[in-house]
């Protein structure tokens, strides 16, 4: 029932930004705990921030300061602003959500049940 569906991903050059969102079916509970992955070929998937219900935020150390996760007052909409990008941020970009975790153990997970089918960004030098 829990559908993800991500976009604004695109091609930019080194120094550009992209504003990807993700959008949550009709089913997805505000509380969730929601999150953004990517994986580039090759690599382990890796997590780059946790928001929970709560409003409070978690960031990769290879985004922080440059990548801001963020959602809408409903909490259907996920955001992640990049800014700054760099050719290694090039990756699939995933969103994905968990039920009946909050706080401090949202901003601790990597285990997610809902994923969406990912949006491709690329950077280039």
């Known amino acids: 029932q829990v559908q993800l569906v991500e976009s604004g991903g695109g091609s930019v050059q080194a120094g550009g930004f992209l504003r990807l969102s993700c959008a949550a079916s009709e089913y997805t509970p505000m509380r969730f705990c929601m999150a953004w992955f990517r994986q580039a070929p090759g690599k382990e998937r890796e997590g780059v921030a946790n928001i929970a219900s709560d409003g409070s935020t978690k960031h990769a150390d290879s985004v922080k300061g440059r990548f801001t996760i963020s959602q809408a007052n409903d909490k259907r909409t996920l955001y992640l602003q990049m800014n700054s990008l760099k050719p290694e941020d090039s990756a699939m970009y995933y969103c994905?959500?968990?039920?009946?975790?909050?706080?401090?153990?949202?901003?601790?997970?990597?285990?997610?049940?809902?994923w969406g089918r990912g949006t491709q960004v690329t950077v280039s030098s």
């Open positions: 994905a959500a968990e039920p009946w975790v909050y706080g401090s153990s949202c901003l601790r997970r990597t285990s997610f049940t809902y």
